[in-house]
């Protein structure tokens, strides 16, 4: 499975980006979608994710409300919408992919693209 995370760039605090991850290779029915980030000097933390069927999605409490993932797991390009963006939310974004159930540990996620860089400032 290869995952493409694409999107990234500059902006503006209250603005919107969209984040995009292609996923391909076999089987990805079967996987779910997961959103991290890390920033210089913090450990990498769950954004957002889905799982394979598209009907359960969970949110970091620091972005819900704010971010949207789009809902079917890995069949076909996930979008990762953020609006009112902060500079608290400067960070290298990854997609990552998992087989079935959502979760928001990084160490369950099998697969990972490679990141794309969010930066909100004025």
């Known amino acids: 499975v290869q995952l493409q995370a694409s999107g990234g760039g500059l902006v503006q605090p209250g603005g919107s980006l969209t984040l995009s991850c292609e996923v391909s290779?076999?089987?990805?029915?079967?996987?779910?979608v997961g959103w991290f980030r890390q920033s210089p000097g913090k450990e990498r933390e769950f954004v957002a994710g889905v799982n394979w069927r598209g009907d359960m999605k969970n949110y970091a409490d620091s972005v819900r409300g704010r971010f949207t993932i789009s809902g079917n797991g890995a069949k076909t390009t996930n979008y990762l919408r953020m609006n009112s963006l902060k500079p608290e939310d400067t960070a290298e974004y990854y997609c990552?992919?998992?087989?079935?159930?959502?979760?928001?540990?990084?160490?369950?996620?099998?697969?990972w693209g490679q990141g794309t860089l969010v930066t909100v400032s004025s």
């Open positions: 290779g076999r089987s990805v029915s079967q996987y779910g």
């Open positions: 990552a992919a998992k087989r079935w159930a959502l979760s928001t540990s990084g160490d369950d996620y099998a697969y």
